[in-house]
């Protein structure tokens, strides 16, 4: 198999729900027929995963952790996601010369593991697993674009939307909660997968711009033109 001899193009575009993510993508999509959304197939095959996350993570959990759960089948997902899709985005953006958008992607998954996940996740073995997928999808991505609003702001624009969403079925202060949890969690992680590679980190506050406006300072700081 001939590789074509030059780096993926992978764009990340991070924020808490509420931020304006899918607007933006659909706005960079439409500028640029090379960028494309990347979907993450809900029903990949997690087999292989399975096996190997059984034979690492099982013996552990039972003889350390049988008291607390095991990890949820959102987990394993965003772990499958996380330890097996790198490398076929990868392939992908370079036989189709095609620039992707991830969104949710790693720094949601790693998040949502880290921060929401089961006792086992704070044990050696977990988090060298944790950091080493850090490194992988860090080296990767050629950006993060970080969108940003106020938490009230974040949450009016979540309950006036016509589509589904997790936090409109939940008492308010809990989907403040979690708002403000991931909020804190990203502050923490991107700045750690930037220090690990030469990653540019984009900040926006969508309250303050307008999708236009966001799009167009990508497009300057970034190589995304037709």
Request: include cysteine; aromatic fraction near 14%.
């Amino acid at each position: 198999m001939n590789i074509p001899n030059k780096r993926p193009r992978i764009i990340e575009i991070v924020g808490v729900a509420g931020t304006g993510k899918s607007t933006l993508r659909k706005a960079m999509t439409q500028r640029n027929e090379r960028i494309k959304p990347f979907r993450f197939p809900g029903n990949i095959s997690y087999l292989p995963f399975l096996v190997k996350m059984v034979t690492t993570f099982y013996p552990l959990y039972l003889r350390k952790y049988r008291h607390d759960r095991w990890f949820t089948i959102h987990e394993i997902r965003n772990m499958g996601y996380l330890d097996t899709w790198l490398s076929r985005l990868r392939l992908r953006s370079l036989f189709r010369n095609s620039i992707y958008i991830i969104e949710p992607g790693s720094v949601y998954w790693l998040s949502n593991l880290q921060g929401q996940g089961p006792e086992i996740t704070r044990h050696p073995r977990f988090l060298h697993w944790w950091n080493q997928a850090i490194i992988h999808w860090s080296s990767a991505l050629e950006a993060i674009i970080w969108l940003d609003a106020p938490t009230d702001i974040c949450f009016q624009r979540i309950s006036s939307r016509e589509e589904w969403h997790q936090y409109k079925f939940i008492p308010p202060e809990k989907a403040l909660s979690l708002l403000k949890f991931y909020r804190e969690y990203y502050e923490r992680l991107i700045p750690q997968m930037a220090s690990q590679h030469a990653l540019k980190v984009l900040s926006f506050r969508s309250d303050q711009m307008s999708t236009e406006q966001i799009t167009d300072r990508i497009f300057s700081e970034i190589d995304l033109k037709p």
